[in-house]
């Protein structure tokens, strides 16, 4: 074989594994792109648009039902939080999933919740249980002692 014959067979396996790879990543983005969109909370009280960022998942406030009595959605503030510079911000539009990472399995680990209500943060999981429906966990110290609260898509 020449020598020819042997750099074009070496680059045509370099082109297909490369290629091979590229579909591999996108499939795996694929699958853990699941969770983005807009989700609304079982009790229909709370809406969550989940995004990427740089391989890492986010969710921000979009909408949250008010009772008549207190002030309007855009007016509300993060009062509870531990950090006095942070309670001027508003619940609209605040990250409250931060950090969470794909492991594969419908399943996103890693991260932390926050609560404006009372200003903690949790760590979280979040597992998709199926394509409308999301689980999201959170806990101190150990996942064992933790709430979960429902999503469903809403777009």
Known sequence: ????????????????????NKKSEMANSSASDKIVGTWLSADKDLKVEIFNKK????????WFACLPSTPNMDDFKDTENP??????????GMEVVKNLTYNGESEWKNGTVYDPN????????????????LIVRGYWGIELFGKNLEFHRVN
């Open 1 to 20: 074989m020449t020598i020819m014959k042997v750099l074009f067979l070496i680059s045509f396996l370099f082109v297909n594994i490369a290629k091979d």
């Open 55 to 62: 391989g890492h998942y986010f969710g921000k406030v979009v």
């Open 83 to 92: 950090d006095p510079k942070l309670r001027t911000r508003k619940w609209l």
């Open 118 to 133: 009372s200003g903690r943060k949790y760590s979280s999981v979040v597992r998709l249980k199926d394509n409308s429906t």
